[in-house]
């Protein structure tokens, strides 16, 4: 179950299909790098792919890119 900002008050429902390896800071050309050895944990971002049923998304304009709030379950 997930729920768009784009989209308030409307819950999708759909299937995990893949997940990334990590995040786009681990893949970028320059990573960050902290020299200090002073580490922060901080809330990072995982690429996901949800595969929407098309019962819950219809007529829903949906972009890459939109913050989701969601909430996985194992069936």
Do not use: E
């Amino acid at each position: 179950m997930s729920k768009l900002d784009a989209w308030p008050g409307k819950q999708f429902t759909g299937t995990i299909s893949s997940f990334s390896g990590g995040t786009g800071a681990k893949f970028s050309l320059l990573p960050p790098d902290n020299a200090t050895g002073n580490f922060v944990k901080v809330t990072q971002r995982i690429p996901v792919r949800i595969l929407l049923d098309s019962s819950t998304a219809a007529g829903y304009y949906l972009a890459p890119g939109m913050n989701v709030t969601v909430t996985v379950r194992k069936i």
